[in-house]
C-alpha cells in the first residue's frame, strides 16, 4: 500500500513539473509575440536561444529575418496555442495562426530547457493550415 501511495505522489509530482514546464514555455512564446507586435527587437531576440543567436548574432538581424521569413507570426490577427510535446528538457508546440489577410497557418516552435532552468525557442516551423508542420 505504502508503495502505491509513493508511485502516486511520485507521478503526480512529475505530471505538476511538466505542467509548470509547458506553461514556462508557452509564456516565452507569448511574451516574444507580444515583443514582435511592439518593435520591440532586443526584447524578441532575448528569447531565443544561443544557437539561433549564433546565426543571428545580432537583434535587428534576427527581426529582419522574422519581418521577412515569418509575417504571420510577426503580423497576425490571431495567435492561439495548440498540442504540446514534451520530451525531456525539449517541448514542442503548435501554435494556431491567423494572419492580417485572414489566412490560417500552423508554427511550431521548439524549445530546450537552458541551463539556469529558463526555457529559449530554438526554432519554428510555419506552414500554411491543412499542411504538415
Known amino acids: 500500500m505504502r508503495i502505491a501511495v509513493l508511485l502516486i505522489t511520485l507521478l503526480l509530482s512529475f505530471a ?43 537583434a535587428d538581424i534576427f527581426m529582419a529575418m522574422v519581418e521577412s521569413a515569418y509575417a504571420p507570426i510577426y503580423r497576425h490577427k490571431s495567435f492561439e496555442f495548440g498540442e504540446t510535446k514534451v520530451d525531456g528538457d525539449w517541448i514542442g508546440q503548435h501554435v494556431h495562426i491567423i494572419d492580417a489577410n485572414n489566412e490560417a497557418w500552423e508554427a511550431l516552435y521548439t524549445l530546450e530547457q537552458q541551463a539556469d532552468g529558463s526555457y529559449k525557442i530554438t526554432g519554428c516551423s510555419l506552414q500554411k493550415a491543412g499542411q504538415a508542420v
Request: charged share 25%.
Open 16 to 58: 505538476a513539473a511538466q505542467a509548470d514546464d509547458i506553461a514556462a514555455a508557452k509564456s516565452v512564446i507569448r511574451a516574444q509575440e507580444q515583443a514582435f507586435a511592439r518593435d520591440d527587437a532586443a526584447a524578441a531576440y532575448s528569447y531565443a536561444a544561443p544557437g539561433i543567436k549564433k546565426i543571428f548574432p545580432a
